[in-house]
């Protein structure tokens, strides 16, 4: 079967919880369909997917395969060429936007105020954890750093997404240190998600319009995983 590209309507706009498609492939052996558009998140970048329904169908689950996005589904698979509505679980999926958005103030407060760098990161709704090389890292700088971080929220920062061909991102010296880099060689379009004035990433991920809307962050833990990897956990209130 050709490959069944789905236009992805969570990149442009984040906020769009209904949405029709045509249902273009089904899978059974996944009990899942494809559909020419969707609002679905299928995960990524330690976000998780997205859950809802599509007509009177629970989505139990959505990945990415290739081009398309496959949305499994309970019950009984509509036929291709048919026409449906997907609704997201948007309680679900505000909260992990809040909560992607912290993350990325974490990082970039975090980057700007010591210079340490995130090797990687996971959350589920309203709570992270992100890994850091930062050696400095101790007790006494939890508090100093979730005042920091909640300072950003504070200052109502606008969150800015743009998608960018690819050698025009590659000219972005602050992409450079989120190793965009490492970015396959067939990408030819970039997606970059700034907090306006604290932090610029290549990022596929779906978030708040403005840093006010998270509310107020936690830093909730900090493990030490070796002199220089460290764990910092954040939760939101
Ligand atoms: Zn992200």
Redesign the pocket.
């Known amino acids: 079967m050709a490959p069944v590209t789905t236009e992805l309507l969570y990149q442009t706009d984040s906020y769009l919880n209904k949405f029709d498609g045509v249902v273009t492939a089904t899978f059974p052996e996944e009990n899942a369909v494809a559909l020419d558009r969707t609002a679905f998140y299928p995960g990524g970048?330690?976000?998780p997917c997205d859950l809802g329904t599509l007509d009177d169908l629970k989505v139990l689950r959505v990945h990415k395969a290739g081009p398309a996005i496959l949305h499994s589904l309970d019950g009984k698979l509509p036929a291709v060429g048919t026409r449906a509505q997907g609704v997201l679980d948007w309680e679900r999926r505000y909260q992990l936007m809040r909560t992607?958005t912290a993350?990325?103030i974490l990082c970039g407060t975090v980057f700007r105020d010591y210079g340490a760098l995130v090797t990687g990161?996971d959350m589920e709704p309203l709570k992270g954890r992100m890994d850091f090389e930062f050696a400095r890292l101790q007790k006494e700088l939890v508090a100093i750093i979730e005042a920091a971080v909640n300072r950003e929220v504070e200052a109502k920062r606008e969150v800015r997404v743009k998608i960018l061909p690819r050698a025009e991102a590659f000219q972005i010296p602050d992409l450079i240190r989120t190793k965009i880099n490492l970015l396959p060689e067939g990408i030819q379009q970039v997606r970059t998600?700034e907090i306006v004035g604290l932090d610029l990433?290549a990022?596929?991920?779906t978030?708040v319009r403005n840093s006010s809307e998270v509310g107020r962050i936690r830093v909730a833990d900090y493990k030490s995983k070796g002199a220089i990897n460290k764990r910092i956990y954040i939760e939101l209130i």
Request: net charge negative; no cysteine.
């Open positions: 970048g330690g976000q992607h993350m990325h990161g998600v990433q990022d596929g991920g978030h």
